[in-house]
């Protein structure tokens, strides 16, 4: 009778343990992984980051500091991959994978940032030494609040729209 009792009481645990973390899984995720890919000039573009939504927070210049080395995205840095040889804002970057960075600017030009090493967790460990391209490019206001982040891929290139921002990025 007591290894019955042991057995119910295993199995019950082993469910309850088992709900609550399907429980879990269900919830949508604060920052869920996304995936933003196209062709851009014959060159197939991909961009792979974490979508943070806006709640309520003051975004640029506060959440995420002007002048500050910033991630693009959420969780680990944003990673931005090329098939082909491209131009950037007028400047040559080769094919490959890089992360992807932007230095947000009370002043109206960002800097967007192409390091070599596409494996980080957030702008952490970023070392600018290991840059392969840095560009300025002049942010747009949106029409309307933009509440999750996305990346948007164009014939000219591809966008950043988060908060009140659009942050794009021409390539040729």
Known sequence: MKTIIKSITLLLTAITVST???????QPKPSPA??????VKGATITINYSSP?????KIFGGLEAYDKV?????????????DKDIMVEGKPLAAGKYSFFLVPKESGTWTAVFNKEPKQWGAYKYEE???????????????????????????????LDWDKVSVPVSIK
Do not use: C, H
Request: proline share 2%.
């Open 129 to 159: 030494a290991k840059d392969a391209l840095r560009v300025d490019v002049k942010v747009k206001p949106l029409k309307a609040t933009q509440e999750r982040l996305v990346y948007k891929i164009t014939k000219a290139g591809f966008s």
């Open 20 to 26: 609550s973390a399907m429980a879990q899984e269900a």
């Open 70 to 82: 910033w991630r693009a995205g959420a969780n680990e840095a944003t990673v931005f991959e090329t």
């Open 53 to 57: 939504a806006v709640k309520g927070r």
């Open 34 to 39: 996304a995936t933003a890919t196209g062709k």
